[in-house]
C-alpha cells in the first residue's frame, strides 16, 4: 500500500522501501515539501528493521529536474530572502538530503529515467548503485543558471565519477547519455526503458536476500575506506568482522552455501 506525502509517496514491497518523487507537471524538481520529506522518510527507514533496501525513483517521464527554476525567477520557496536567509535555509532544507543519505545504514539503488538535470543529477550521484534507462539523460546546469551545487551534489559527484570529469561536467553544464553516464561511473547500469523497473525489482530483491547486518556494515566499511588511513580501516572492519561472525544470519549463511539449499535471512 501506498503512503501519499504532498509530492513524494512510498511504498513498502517486502523488504524493499520504494519512494518516489511524485511531483511530475514540473519534472519532480525539488519542492519545500520535498526536502522535508525525504529525509524523514530516510531517517524512518534507517531505524525500521524491515525496511533493508531503499529505492528512489520518479513518477512521470523525469527523474528530477533539480531546483525550481520558476521559484528561483520569482524568488519564492526555497529561493526567498537576502543572502544569510538563503544560506539557512540551504542548511536547514535541501542539505538535509544529502547529510540523511549519508545516515542511511541500508543500500540506497536509484532508478532513473528521462531527466536528471542540476540538483537532480546530484540526487543521482547520492546512491549506492543507479540503475538508468537507456534513454536517461544527464546534466550539472548550475552555472547555466548562475549557481553552484549549494545541494553538496560536488562532494558526492567527485566520488562518483572523478575529479576530472566532475569539473567537466560543473564546467560546462552539457548534457551526456545514460551510456556516458555509466562510462564515466556515474550509472551502474543502463537497460531499455521497459525493463527499467523489472531491473530495479531483481536488484532490490537480490540485495533484500543477502543478510541485513553484513551489507548494512559492509555499506561502513566502503564509506570508512574512502576517508581513513589503512591502519585506521583495519581496526574498524576487524570490529566488523567480530560482529558478523557472531551474527546468527551468518551461520545461516554458513549452513546455506554447505546446504544448497536457500536461507531466511533475521537480520540478527
Avoid at 165 to 181: D, H, I, L, Q, V
Avoid at 245 to 254: F, G, I, K, L
Wanted: aromatic share 6%; charged share 20%; net charge negative.
Amino acid at each position: 500500500m501506498k503512503t501519499a506525502h504532498e509530492h513524494i509517496e512510498t511504498e513498502m514491497k517486502g523488504h524493499v522501501l520504494w519512494v518516489w518523487l511524485n511531483r511530475p507537471e514540473a519534472s519532480n524538481a525539488y519542492s519545500e515539501s520535498m526536502v522535508v520529506d525525504i529525509p524523514a522518510v530516510l531517517d524512518a527507514a534507517n531505524k525500521d528493521r524491515q525496511v533493508r533496501v531503499v529505492v528512489i525513483a520518479a513518477n512521470g517521464k523525469n527523474f528530477c529536474a533539480g531546483g525550481d527554476v520558476k521559484a528561483m525567477k520569482d524568488r519564492t520557496g526555497m529561493f526567498a530572502g537576502e543572502a544569510n536567509e538563503l544560506r539557512e535555509r540551504y542548511m536547514e532544507g535541501i542539505q538535509q538530503i544529502p547529510l540523511a543519505i549519508a545516515r542511511l545504514k541500508k543500500p540506497l539503488i536509484m532508478m532513473v529515467q528521462g531527466a536528471a538535470v542540476g540538483a537532480g543529477c546530484d540526487l543521482v550521484a547520492m546512491g549506492d548503485l543507479r540503475v538508468a534507462a537507456d534513454t536517461a539523460v544527464f546534466a550539472e546546469t548550475f552555472t547555466k543558471v548562475g549557481l553552484v551545487p549549494g545541494d553538496g551534489g560536488a562532494w558526492f559527484l567527485i566520488r562518483a565519477v572523478g575529479h576530472a570529469k566532475a569539473t567537466e561536467m560543473f564546467f560546462t553544464g552539457k548534457n551526456y547519455s545514460a551510456s556516458e553516464a555509466q562510462n564515466m561511473g556515474l550509472i551502474h547500469e543502463t537497460v531499455p526503458s521497459d525493463q527499467l523497473v523489472r531491473r530495479t525489482i531483481e536488484l532490490a530483491d537480490q540485495l533484500a536476500s543477502l543478510p541485513p547486518i553484513a551489507v548494512q556494515l559492509t555499506k561502513k566499511a566502503l564509506q570508512h575506506a574512502y576517508e581513513s588511513t589503512l591502519p585506521q580501516h583495519l581496526d574498524v572492519v576487524a570490529a566488523f568482522q567480530a560482529i558478523t561472525q557472531r551474527s546468527s544470519d551468518h551461520q545461516r549463511a554458513v549452513d546455506s552455501l554447505l546446504s544448497r539449499t536457500p536461507a531466511s535471512y533475521q537480520n540478527e
